[in-house]
């Protein structure tokens, strides 16, 4: 019997949890609870997502799980660029947090950054590093509500770029696209190249119009165009 894992999606104004086991290759939901949190009367940094957690187990409860996938809002993240002139994981992993440090709003805080398969560039001496860093903090945060339950969390993941991999690894002969993830609270618009993530932008829908959306969508795959001196055709 398969060992059932937790899945938490943490949205911008309410959290889905649910119970899941993998069978026959799929993965199958057994229990799921979605709560807003206008019905807690707290704060995040007053334990909002403890909260949260507590209730959801309640409810259906976290039994036989000890392991859980993590989606937090894309705009919690910083999706960054860079080049750099090697290619060695071990060595992007200690330059590229020294690199991406001054792009960050606050030099005191401490930040979690992963990274893609360096892309080498053609016709240049340095290999393209795509990124996503989080706030430190705002994962320990998760893993800490968790550990309440004895949970580990094996994958933290922005919220819009779940469902782009899922529809990656279905669509095996997609190369270069725009996958967009639309939420009532969030829009996430991943740029795929060569089946790698390449850029990812995320909205608030109430600032945005249908012409201002499909403008920056143009914007998006302009600068990635100009960038990296190649045309994606849609």
């Known amino acids: 019997m398969a060992t059932p894992f937790l899945y938490i ?3 911008v104004d309410a959290l889905t949890a649910a119970v899941c086991e993998t069978s026959m290759k799929k993965i199958v939901s057994l229990d799921a609870r979605t709560l807003s949190y206008e019905s807690f009367d707290m704060s995040w940094e007053e334990g909002l997502l403890t909260a949260a ?3 959801v187990n309640e409810d259906m409860g976290f039994d036989g799980c000890s392991s859980a996938v993590v989606l937090l809002p894309s705009q919690w993240f910083f999706f960054r660029t860079t080049d750099l002139p090697f290619s060695s994981k071990s060595k992007i992993k200690q330059v590229l947090p020294l690199e991406l440090e001054s792009t960050f709003p606050s030099e005191n805080d401490l930040f979690l950054t992963d990274f893609t398969p360096p892309a080498r560039l053609s016709n240049k001496e340095v290999n393209r590093i795509f990124s996503a860093s989080i706030q430190e903090d705002q994962i320990s945060g998760i893993a800490d509500a968790l550990a309440e339950y004895n949970i580990k969390p094996v994958v933290i993941t922005p919220s819009g770029s ?10 095996k002969e997609k190369e270069s696209f725009l996958f967009i993830d639309m939420t009532q609270k969030e829009i996430t618009v991943t740029l795929f190249s060569k089946r790698q993530p390449a850029a990812v932008r995320s909205f608030r829908p109430e600032a945005l119009t249908p012409d201002r959306f499909f403008q920056e969508l143009n914007r998006m795959m302009i600068d990635f165009s100009r960038c990296n001196h190649d045309e994606i055709r849609f």
């Open 53 to 55: 957690l507590d209730q």
């Open 9 to 11: 999606d943490v949205g």
């Open 162 to 171: 779940a469902p782009a991999a899922g529809y990656l690894a279905l669509k």
